[in-house]
């Protein structure tokens, strides 16, 4: 007793405190002047308040299911896969993915979820809901990254691309490797993929294949976790469904770099961790997180930490001496399997570590967009809006039930604290905490207990709410899926909003205008952050540089006269460029990209200079000029 008492202490606090802090993340920025933020906090203020007003109301209500005929899901199921084909039809009509696409996936999402939530869930259904998830998942991720040319995310695709061919072709990890050579594994996974099995795809399509399979396992291993903790079929492909469609999930589901198979690796971690006496499954966790290691070493503060919460407040609440899911010996263990391999092995990234925690916190404002477009970023933030309600709301009927165990309270309590550093908030406004620290990293290793915990919510809203109530919650969830497919984090290539931000993939063209440009100059290429990424990884990454503007007068800057600027104009005639806000009037040579670069609309005058350059190339989606005033 003493133990629900303590978590219902918890969750009556909560229940005063965030409807206080939704208030204060509103009104206090209003005070201070900044209008804009107290708008942008409105997404977060909303479920903060309406949360606990609705988990009061609820809270008496008896649990209620209404089921269809059994005979019927095979009709649900059809109808499903029907509009499986219509969205790869629309992937093969249309250049870019429309808008009809993302509404197609939002309805197949809301199918499987009328599927769990109409129909007994048998064991012959189980599988039959995590195949169409499966599929689900990889229908959002492979759409983007097999769709386009080459799907490059926020760059680091770029570069991984890179060492994944210098695998492939020279059959061992060599210096260009540079920091990235203490986790090679991603590069040589994928160069297995090719060069053993034999896989006849370019080293590109082999990498977000590869990724995309990977992923395809998150539902599965999400359902296997949550039916441990919580033991109930229903539940559990809930949680599923809520894992495959939280947002992180999606993103590095495309990105398909080392960070993303850390994300996979540590829910199955939690998996194994879950038998903690079966000796084969304590084997499998120390070898899941030497692979953790491997893979993307980088990764393991994050994940130590989340697994140094849970070994805390199991201490904290466990009071019963019920089965404990974490030892300390195990946290010891870990803990230094990393710092041994960080100081024999991984030196290198040990000393970028501590030097970027260490460093001062850059200048300016890293989220310029949060103050001077919050409409647009507003919109697309939306979809944590009701996430964050069930959220909340499966936070407090978890902690207060009598029948969820330790392991369920603590796991819903680590999903509602960590939306704190994980959904776009307060922290990402502090320098230190959002560069330095890359606190927005938890959003990658937290998804498991955020989409747990929001899945307990909507079933408690859903199961306790009267007919009319039950049709406005799955249009809720539709809502939230449609907007999560479709905002700009997820879907650049074309969302309902933009935001400044550039997109996330390079067409052919693009990629032979840079290389054509780049053989035939002999001084530097000046080109937006994008392609100066792009030649970062390349033969040519000696001729790149970013192009500088002017502080004052905002023209472009240059070293030399046989220069050439290199304008994206497809990308410019949609989005703004990236480029390097220079202190001064004077070209700076080798400049530092951090805290400086800076977005150009294409209505700003730096373009027009451009008409005094000779002009000596045209792809029309790519311009080269050099010479000139």
Same mark, same amino acid.
């Given at each position: 007793?003493?133990?629900? !008492? ?8 909560? @229940?005063? @405190? ?78 870019? /993915? ?8 939002? &309805? ?22 995590? @195949? ?30 890179? #060492? ?8 061992? &990890?060599?210096?260009? *490797? ?49 039916? =441990?903790?919580?033991?109930?079929? =229903? ?142 970023? #507003? ?72 989409? @747990? ?20 919650? &799955? ?23 933009? /935001? ?32 100066? /990424?792009?030649?970062? *990884? ?14 004052? !007068? ?13 304008? /994206? ?8 460029? =990236? ?14 990209? $951090?805290?400086?670069? &800076?977005?150009?609309?294409? $209505?700003?005058? #730096? ?23």
């Amino acid at each position: 007793m003493a133990r629900l !008492n303590n978590f219902t202490l918890i969750s009556k606090t909560f @229940l005063y @405190l965030l409807p206080i802090l939704g208030v204060a993340g509103v009104t206090i920025p209003l005070i201070l002047g900044q209008s804009n933020l107290s708008l942008l906090g409105t997404y977060l203020a909303v479920p903060m308040i309406l949360a606990p007003i609705i988990h009061i109301k609820l809270k008496g209500n008896e649990t209620s299911f209404k089921t269809f005929n059994p005979k019927l899901f095979s009709s649900f199921v059809s109808i499903y896969f029907i509009f499986f084909f219509i969205s790869i039809s629309l992937l093969q009509v249309f250049d870019v /993915r429309p808008f009809a696409y993302y509404l197609v996936i939002a &309805v197949m999402y809301g199918l499987v979820l009328l599927e769990i939530l109409m129909f007994e869930v048998s064991e012959k259904k189980v599988p039959i809901i995590l @195949l169409q998830m499966v599929i689900l998942t990889v229908n959002i991720i492979w759409g983007v990254t097999l769709n386009y040319d080459f799907f490059i995310g926020r760059t680091d695709p770029i570069g991984h691309l890179k #060492l994944i061919e210098s695998v492939i072709n020279a059959a061992f &990890v060599t210096e260009i *490797f540079d920091v990235y050579k203490p986790f090679p594994l991603w590069h040589i996974l994928c160069a297995f993929m090719q060069n053993v099995l034999g896989i006849s795809l370019s080293a590109q399509k082999i990498m977000f294949v590869t990724n995309g399979v990977i992923y395809s396992f998150v539902p599965v291993v999400s359902y296997l976790v949550s039916m =441990k903790i919580f033991k109930d079929s =229903k539940i559990a492909l809930l949680s599923a469904l809520f894992v495959s469609i939280y947002p992180e999930v999606i993103l590095y589901g495309m990105q398909s770099i080392p960070r993303s198979v850390v994300s996979f690796l540590e829910i199955m971690l939690i998996l194994v961790l879950l038998d903690p006496q079966n000796p084969a499954k304590v084997f499998a966790a120390i070898i899941l997180v030497f692979s953790l290691i491997a893979f993307h070493t980088a990764s393991m503060p994050f994940v130590l930490s989340i697994l140094f919460a849970i070994y805390v407040l199991e201490k904290i609440y466990n009071k019963e001496n019920d089965e404990s899911l974490l030892s300390f010996k195990f946290i010891i263990l870990a803990i230094c399997m990393t710092l041994v391999y960080w100081l024999y092995y991984g030196i290198i990234l040990f000393e970028t570590l501590v030097y970027n925690i260490t460093r001062s916190a850059p200048s300016g404002v890293l989220t310029e967009s949060v103050f001077y477009t919050p409409l647009s970023e #507003l919109f697309n933030y939306l979809q944590y809006t009701p996430l964050l309600l069930f959220v909340i709301i499966g936070f407090f009927s978890t902690l207060q039930s009598k029948r969820a165990s330790t392991f369920g309270k603590i796991f819903c309590m680590i999903g509602l604290f960590t939306v704190a550093i994980t959904f776009p908030g307060p922290t990402l406004l502090f320098n230190k905490l959002a560069s330095n620290f890359n606190l927005a990293r938890f959003g990658e290793y937290s998804f498991l207990f955020i989409g @747990l915990t929001g899945s307990i919510g909507f079933y408690e809203m859903y199961s306790k709410s009267k007919k009319y109530l039950k049709i406005f919650v &799955v249009i809720l969830f539709i809502s939230m899926t449609f907007l999560t497919v479709s905002n700009d984090f997820t879907a650049s290539d074309n969302p309902l909003v933009k /935001r400044p931000f550039y997109t996330y993939y390079l067409t052919n063209e693009e990629e032979t205008s840079f290389e054509h440009i780049a053989s035939v100059t002999e001084g530097y290429v000046m080109a937006d952050y994008v392609t100066s /990424r792009y030649y970062s *990884f390349s033969e040519y990454k000696d001729k790149s540089h970013i192009i500088e503007v002017g502080s004052t !007068n905002k023209k472009i800057l240059r070293d030399e006269t046989d220069d050439i600027f290199l304008i /994206r104009e497809s990308e410019l005639e949609k989005r703004p460029l =990236k480029l390097y806000a220079a202190p001064g009037e004077e070209f700076v040579s080798g400049s530092t990209w $951090e805290g400086n670069l &800076v977005y150009y609309y294409k $209505e700003g005058t #730096l373009w027009d200079d451009l008409i005094m350059y000779n002009k000596i190339y045209d792809s029309k989606s790519v311009t080269g000029f050099n010479h000139g005033p």
